[in-house]
């Protein structure tokens, strides 16, 4: 297992407005939540990911009890119940990147969804499995990524009709599998689903 990381809140903000500014978020949009030692931080609610400042940070406690900042985000059990789950992350970042929003409305839930499209999206993401559309903020959602995310080692989970959920070790780590999901996606959408997939018996040799 690796080692708990502890971000700090200014650490924090920088990712949030990484988020917007790669078009990963818009509006109000996505959430994020990280550990901070043994409390968790969080992005507030009602609020643009390009606003977040550290004075505006939720802090909450291991059982979601806000210790500092104003009401978080809609889907703060979801990322509870995720940190819960794997000690090994640090980390949940849960977008709303248009392509990989309208690459989940042409696909259909499962284990495998997204082609192998790209060496980044191949090393960092495939297999990414797909949930059915679940209410945002819903209970049901909670439990489904938790199941969905949790089984094994995995990092990213698509949302249909809504978005994605990465983990990571650290921030950055979260954000680049975002992003690396995000490119394969805009791909698949930009050539109608039709784009080659890398060869299967080359995918054990990218990494």
């Known amino acids: 297992m690796e080692p708990r990381l502890s971000v700090t809140k200014e650490e924090f903000c920088s990712f949030c407005h990484l988020l917007y500014n790669r078009h990963l ?3 109000v ?21 390009r606003d977040v400042v550290p004075e505006t940070v939720v802090t909450v406690d ?24 794997r000690p090994d992350i640090n980390v949940v970042c849960h977008t709303h990147g248009t392509d990989t929003v309208a ?5 259909k839930p499962g284990p495998n969804t997204l082609p192998p499209l790209t060496p980044g999206f191949v090393y960092y993401a495939h297999p990414l499995p797909m949930l ?24 990213a989970l698509l949302l249909q009709n809504h978005g994605l959920v990465t983990l990571g070790r650290d921030l950055r780590q979260a954000v680049n599998i975002a ?10 959408v930009i050539t109608g689903g039709k784009a080659a997939a890398i060869p299967h018996d080359k995918l054990e040799r990218i990494g």
């Open 25 to 27: 978020v818009s509006g």
């Open 132 to 155: 059915p559309f679940l209410v945002p903020g819903s209970e049901p959602l909670a439990e489904a990524v938790v199941k969905g995310i949790c089984k094994g080692k995995g990092r």
């Open 29 to 49: 949009g996505g959430n994020m939540a990280a550990r901070m030692g043994r409390r968790i931080i969080t992005t507030p609610s009602g609020y643009s990911l």
């Open 103 to 107: 690459a989940s409305t042409m696909l």
């Open 179 to 188: 992003e690396e999901i995000e490119e394969a996606a805009r791909i698949f």
């Open 62 to 85: 291991e059982q979601g009890r806000i210790v500092e900042g104003p009401r978080p985000t809609k889907d703060l059990d979801m990322h509870l119940k995720v940190l819960n789950a």
